[in-house]
């Protein structure tokens, strides 16, 4: 097998329950070399618990995970694995620089701390307290400890959650940077404009199993669904919602929106009823309508 193409993360028939509830049921997960790979979900679907069976701090009930080939701990603790998670805090008291130092010291082959400040954006504040960063500049020391092992696998759960739209832009820039040379990322997001703009391919998971996994156009295409938009001022709604295709209209100002399962039929039918309309755009189902659609209960794997 062609060694880029080998599973970096193979998850086979993993399930997860506490107590009653079913975290993860039956997931099936297989990333390669050079991927980054979105999990998107609603909140309790199973993405958190997905990531701490990967990293080994919950075994799962069934089911296989290897990382590289081996059992999670066993890659961890060869500094083959970052990983960046909601919960934790930095130590206090200490700089960043001294952290990183202390951090690297644990790991067989680490990353030269400059090159770790240098690369999360740190060099400005490597002095500074960790008690006086911000926000923004905590996530950016997070990250730092995440790569600090010099990983080929970094797992990050939730990295820009309460950062601002600058902050979000910085950190993923620094993500594009670590990634260059063929590492691999795994991300869980609340995010969907964050999984659109920077994963190549999305892992929805909906009730503890995969729902969709594919290219970000892949998983869009999967709601056949189109939106089109024109302007028409003088339009009835009425009349414009028993045109072939459509499934709901609405209006904004002199805009008219138009939902549709068969856009050819719709337009044909708008322009034949309404040629005076202008400024008509066709657009495929977005991301956010297409996790709405694929994790609604009625929606199964």
């Known amino acids: 097998?062609?060694?880029?193409?080998?599973?970096?993360?193979?998850?086979?028939?993993?399930?997860?329950s506490f107590g009653?509830?079913?975290?993860?049921?039956?997931?099936?997960?297989?990333?390669?070399?050079?991927?980054?790979v979105a999990l998107l979900g609603p909140n309790g679907a199973g993405?958190?618990?997905?990531?701490?069976?990967?990293?080994?701090?919950?075994?799962?009930?069934l089911g296989m995970v290897r990382i590289y080939g081996e059992p999670p701990e066993n890659a961890i603790s060869a500094g083959n694995v970052g990983a960046m998670l909601q919960s934790g805090s930095l130590v206090r008291y200490i700089s960043v620089r001294e952290l990183i130092s202390m951090m690297a010291s644990l790991y067989p082959h680490p990353m030269p701390v400059e090159t770790v400040l240098e690369i999360a954006g740190l060099l400005d504040i490597a002095d500074r307290r960790t008690q006086k960063l911000s926000g923004g500049e905590s996530q950016r020391v997070r990250l730092a400890i995440a790569v600090v092992s010099d990983p080929q696998l970094l797992v990050l759960d939730e990295?820009?959650?309460?950062?601002?739209?600058?902050?979000?832009?910085?950190?993923?820039?620094?993500?594009?940077?670590?990634?260059?040379?063929?590492?691999?990322?795994?991300?869980?997001?609340?995010?969907?404009?964050?999984?659109?703009?920077?994963?190549?391919?999305?892992?929805?998971?909906?009730?503890?199993?995969?729902?969709?996994?594919?290219?970000?156009?892949?998983?869009?295409?999967r709601v056949g669904t189109h939106t089109i938009r024109?302007?028409?001022?003088?339009?009835?709604?009425?009349?414009?919602?028993?045109?072939?295709?459509?499934?709901?209209?609405?209006?904004?100002?002199?805009a008219v929106s138009i939902r549709s399962s068969d856009s050819d039929r719709t337009v044909r039918?708008?322009?034949?009823?309404?040629?005076?309309?202008?400024?008509?755009?066709?657009?495929?189902?977005?991301?956010?309508?297409?996790?709405?659609?694929?994790?609604s209960p009625r929606e199964r794997a």
């Open 1 to 16: 097998m062609n060694a880029r193409l080998e599973p970096v993360v193979a998850m086979a028939n993993v399930s997860k």
């Open 20 to 36: 009653e509830v079913r975290a993860v049921q039956q997931l099936n997960l297989s990333v390669t070399r050079g991927e980054i």
């Open 47 to 61: 993405k958190s618990t997905t990531i701490d069976i990967l990293l080994g701090l919950t075994r799962p009930d």
């Open 159 to 221: 990295p820009t959650v309460a950062l601002d739209v600058e902050a979000r832009h910085l950190f993923w820039k620094t993500i594009k940077r670590f990634t260059s040379e063929g590492r691999t990322v795994m991300f869980a997001t609340h995010y969907l404009d964050e999984a659109d703009a920077y994963a190549d391919r999305i892992v929805l998971i909906a009730r503890g199993r995969v729902v969709a996994d594919g290219p970000t156009t892949e998983i869009k295409a």
């Open 230 to 254: 024109a302007t028409l001022p003088d339009a009835s709604m009425e009349e414009l919602r028993v045109l072939p295709g459509v499934i709901n209209a609405w209006r904004s100002g002199a």
């Open 269 to 295: 039918a708008l322009l034949d009823q309404y040629p005076e309309a202008r400024d008509l755009d066709v657009q495929g189902a977005g991301l956010e309508e297409t996790f709405l659609e694929l994790t």
